[in-house]
């Protein structure tokens, strides 16, 4: 998981004035017109949110608001897709965000209500509450809430991870196979808790297979510059390279995305920087001299 910068809050008030109103359909009156007193009691429970880091509570579901004003914020989120009134909301959020922040694969292009809207409705346009994500990740999560709306997932905008390496890759080459598994590690020093919900996380994603799923592919991209350098230096230029590519890769995306992990521990396997990548990766001396 990566943490995310959480987003500003400056258009609270103004999204809900904008968005929640009254409106005739077939004839029918629906919506609800927002009051002044409802905006602030509204607003106050973003912060009552904030304030919580994110965490489930029955005071965040606005008991004494009137359902018609929860509902009807419940369905102001259908307002931020695209040539809609919330549509900069949604523009904002994604802004900056290449990789889903789960899982560092695919592409954030959904959503998701850290807690469900359909538990917490007065929080399904509050931005702190909207976390990107691609389409996996986001549709596994949301099999898996419980009555409460729980997850037992870590909050991309507040639980802040420490400096520590807590995802694992551990490598394994056979009969010119490179295999790899991804684990968490249960014993780092994450505040007391995280490193079971991360495994949580983690499993239920089904994130170890879909990172081994990757690491062919990816390996495959350095297949010349491994080569390259295996024969002007050896095994230390393959360590080399292996870990200057997972110091870079930490740096353009964060230390425990799945790439640079794999590349520290192939960094650390002797059967693949002694020459085993060879057998994984082969490549014709015109391929190199060609270049």
Known sequence: MKNLPQPPRG???ADLRASIRKYNYKKESRGHDITHAEVEQIVSLYDLYEGGGGVASEALKGA???QSLKDTVHAAYLKTYPDRILYPLRELLFKGIEKCPICGIGVPDELDHHLPQSVFKLLAIHTRNLVPMCHDCNTTK???FGEDGLTGFLHPYYDVLPAV???IARPHL???ALSVTFEIDLACALPNGWAARLGTQFATLG??????????SY???HAVALHTNYRASGQAGVRSLLRSQARYEAAVFYRNHWRPVLLRALADLDAFTEGGFADVLPVTDEMIEGL
């Open 11 to 13: 258009n609270d008030r």
């Open 64 to 66: 004494a608001l009137p």
């Open 142 to 144: 949301r099999t898996i």
């Open 165 to 167: 390496d807590f995802l």
């Open 174 to 176: 056979q009969d010119a």
């Open 207 to 216: 994130l170890g297979k879909r990172y081994g799923r990757e690491v062919n």
């Open 219 to 221: 390996i495959a991209s």
